[in-house]
Every structure is written in structure tokens, then in C-alpha cells.
């Protein structure tokens, strides 16, 4: 059972910047591919950016695309998404989520997805 934690969250003035980590207990195929998803009050839950760990294809949903960018680092089993330019719709809860390497469908899609951090609060607010 591959167990995500997420951390970085906390508010910040638009135009500013956060890094969030998720840690992962352990790489396996089963969780390869590990993508951010975020949830606003009162909306769906939407992906956000995902990547392989083992390296290939990065993915980034039209809204973050030049703002928003992912890194890792191995030797932590952790997984960064680095966040400037901050507006307030970028607000909510963001969540890790891994999925099989394997995966088929749409990256955005949370049900190819199999394991899911707790999530950690954004919030952009003047």
C-alpha cells in the first residue's frame, strides 16, 4: 500500500508563489505516475499537473500551464509542485494522487488514479 503526504500548503497574496511536497512511501509500478489535482469549495475536483517518477511525459491542465511546475526528488521520494504567479482561483484543496504506469484514458481523470494523499489547503486571498 503506497501512502501519500502532502505538505506546502498555507495562503498566500496573488501574484505570490508556494511550493507543495508530496512524500511517497515507496516507488512501484502500480504508482508511477503521480499527478496534483485541487478542489475549490463548492466545485469538482480537477487535475492539475502529472508526470512518470521514472521519467517521460509531463502533463499540465490549460489553467496552471506556464505558471505551475513539477519536479521530484528521488533520494527524498518526494514530488514537488512548484506554484508562482498565484490567483485567487487558485484556491482549494490540493491533493497527491499515483496511478499505475501503465494507466490508460486521460491523465485528468481521478479514477485512473489509485492512491490519494489527504490534501493540504491553498489559499489565495488580498
Known amino acids: 500500500q503506497v501512502q501519500l503526504v502532502e505538505s506546502g500548503g498555507g495562503s498566500v497574496q496573488p501574484g505570490g508563489s508556494l511550493r507543495l511536497s508530496c512524500q511517497y512511501s515507496?516507488?512501484?509500478?502500480?504508482?508511477?505516475?503521480m499527478g496534483w489535482f485541487r478542489q475549490a469549495p463548492g466545485k469538482e475536483r480537477e487535475g492539475v499537473a502529472a508526470f512518470y517518477v521514472s521519467g517521460d511525459r509531463t502533463y499540465y491542465s490549460d489553467s496552471v500551464k506556464g505558471r505551475f511546475t513539477l519536479s521530484q526528488d528521488d533520494s527524498l521520494k518526494t514530488v514537488y509542485l512548484q506554484m508562482n504567479n498565484l490567483k485567487p482561483e487558485d484556491t482549494g484543496i490540493y491533493y497527491c494522487a499515483a496511478a499505475p504506469h501503465w494507466w490508460t484514458g486521460s491523465w485528468s481523470d481521478e479514477r485512473i488514479y489509485v492512491y490519494w494523499g489527504k490534501g493540504t489547503q491553498v489559499t489565495v486571498s488580498s
Open positions: 515507496e516507488w512501484t509500478h502500480q504508482s508511477d505516475f
